[in-house]
């Protein structure tokens, strides 16, 4: 059973920074090499929203209000993907997720991130 596992949150003051991994067991690395693999974040009464995503080819896209702070990176013999989070906002404040999205999609059970100001 495919499982992403995120770790990295806490809390941070703005201006800081944080870095997010996922790893995902479970996983043959063909099917995760090919996936293409993103961070999306949920705040609270909000919808889940995309943050950025990486594709098999390394091509990278990131939501408007993260850009120029945030980069995700992947490791694929690892299994792992990353986000590093720089300049943190308080509106960054949220529940961040790992999504691996192949023939189906996986998703971690989330890691929270606070950004007091």
């Known amino acids: 059973q495919v499982q992403p596992v995120e770790s990295g949150g806490g809390s941070v003051q703005a201006g800081g920074s944080l870095r997010l991994s996922c790893k995902a067991s479970?996983?043959?690395?063909?099917?995760?090499?090919?996936?293409?693999k993103g961070w999306y974040r949920q705040a609270p009464g909000k919808q889940r929203e995309l943050v950025a995503a990486?594709?098999?080819?390394?091509?990278?896209n990131y939501a408007d209000s993260v850009k120029g702070r945030f980069a995700i990176s992947r490791d694929n013999a690892k299994r792992a993907v990353y986000l590093q989070m720089n300049s943190l906002k308080p509106e960054d404040t949220a529940v961040y997720y790992c999504n691996i999205r192949g023939y189906t999609d996986y998703w971690g059970q989330g890691t929270q991130v606070t950004v007091s100001s």
């Open positions: 479970g996983i043959i690395l063909s099917v995760f090499s090919n996936s293409i």
């Open positions: 990486i594709t098999s080819s390394g091509d990278t």
